[in-house]
């Protein structure tokens, strides 16, 4: 079984940051892509960004320049860096990870954690 553990969530000012990260854990053999979603009451979750294991990199365009997303392939761990916050990007947020374990592939999802951004 693979596991995800997200931190970093909580409530900031719209201008501020925030940094996320996730910590996937387990018998792991390798990990391809990981990610964050984020999602609202009553709306679909979405896409925010993804890394894949050689870094590159894909971005909702409501966060292109203000979201970075990194990875360090050695503690499986993804992250989050969030700058210029508006209200809009209130939402939980997932961490997401397909991961290789023994016998089979798995596609993982974190249990989310609040960002609350007030205006």
């Known amino acids: 079984q693979v596991q995800l553990e997200e931190s970093g969530g909580g409530l900031v000012q719209a201008g501020g940051s925030l940094r996320l990260s996730c910590a996937a854990s387990?018998?792991?053999?390798?990990?391809?892509?990981m990610g964050w979603y984020r999602q609202v009451p009553g709306k679909q979750r979405e896409l925010v960004a993804t890394?894949?294991?050689?870094?590159?990199?894909n971005y909702v365009d409501s966060v292109k320049g203000r979201f970075t997303i990194s990875r360090d392939n050695a503690k499986n761990t993804v992250y989050l860096q969030m700058n210029s916050l508006k209200p809009e990007d209130t939402a939980v947020y997932y961490c997401?990870?397909?991961?290789?374990?023994?016998?089979?592939?798995?596609?993982?999802w974190g249990q989310g954690t609040l960002v609350t951004v007030s205006s």
């Open positions: 890394i894949t294991s050689s870094g590159s990199t």
């Open positions: 387990g018998s792991i053999i390798s990990i391809s892509s």
């Open positions: 997401n990870a397909n991961a290789r374990t023994w016998g089979k592939y798995l596609e993982v």
